[in-house]
């Protein structure tokens, strides 16, 4: 079984950092991608941003130039360093985790941006 432990999120004006974690434990084998995807009330999940084994990354549109996704490997951890956030990034964040067995989320860790 493998558990997501998300960490980091908070409210925070327009403008300010905020830095999310995700410690996977558990029966991890060999990790494909991990990724942040993020939901609003009465929209779907979307994805934010990912990064594969090698360290290649993916980010949404929306996020790009101010979010930073990174891994530590040894620590089986995930990272997402959210800069100049603005009111619209306002959603519960979720890390997914996605194994050769199948694929894992974390509980989501809500992030408001308002002043």
């Known amino acids: 079984q493998v558990q997501l432990a998300e960490s980091g999120g908070g409210l925070v004006q327009p403008g300010g950092s905020l830095r999310l974690s995700c410690a996977a434990s558990?029966?991890?084998?060999?990790?494909?991608?991990m990724g942040w995807y993020r939901q609003t009330q009465g929209k779907p999940r979307e994805l934010v941003a990912d990064?594969?084994?090698?360290?290649?990354?993916n980010y949404a549109d929306s996020v790009k130039g101010r979010f930073t996704i990174s891994r530590d490997n040894a620590k089986n951890t995930l990272y997402l360093q959210m800069n100049s956030l603005k009111p619209e990034d306002t959603a519960v964040y979720y890390c997914n985790l996605v194994l050769t067995d199948g694929t894992y989320w974390g509980q989501g860790t809500q992030v408001t941006v308002s002043s």
């Open positions: 990064i594969g084994t090698g360290g290649g990354t």
């Open positions: 558990g029966r991890i084998f060999s990790i494909n991608v």
